[in-house]
Nanobody, 111 residues
Framework: QVQVVESGGGLVQPGGSLRLSCTAS????????KGWYRQAPGQQREVVAVIAGDGIIKYVDSVKGRFTISRDDAKNTLYLQMDSLKPEDTAVYYC?????WGQGTLVTVSS
């Protein structure tokens, strides 16, 4: 059974950076769509960035130019580099490998 675990969340000041990581255990197909999602308090979960098996990447408009999704298939690991963070980026961030969700990691952007 596949399990997915995120890490790298925390408290950061506006304008700062964080790098989230997500590692999957078990048998993972590199062709799976992988992505990062987030859910702010009182809000619905939204997609942040996804990367398809062929490498095509899509971002939600609000993070374009600030966030970068990448993957290391050899390590079954997905990354999200977040730069120029804003208070509105505060949320629990989840990664997803295919249909398997991680448990989430909290990112708080505050001075």
């Amino acid at each position: 059974q596949v399990q997915v675990v995120e890490s790298g969340g925390g408290l950061v000041q506006p304008g700062g950076s964080l790098r989230l990581s997500c590692t999957a255990s078990g048998s993972i197909f590199s062709a799976l769509v992988k992505g990062w999602y987030r859910q702010a308090p009182g809000q619905q979960r939204e997609v942040v960035a996804v990367i398809a098996g062929d490498g095509i990447i899509k971002y939600v408009d609000s993070v374009k130019g600030r966030f970068t999704i990448s993957r290391d298939d050899a390590k079954n690991t997905l990354y999200l580099q977040m730069d120029s963070l804003k208070p509105e980026d505060t949320a629990v961030y989840y990664c997803k490998f295919g249909s398997t969700w991680g448990q989430g990691t909290l990112v708080t952007v505050s001075s």
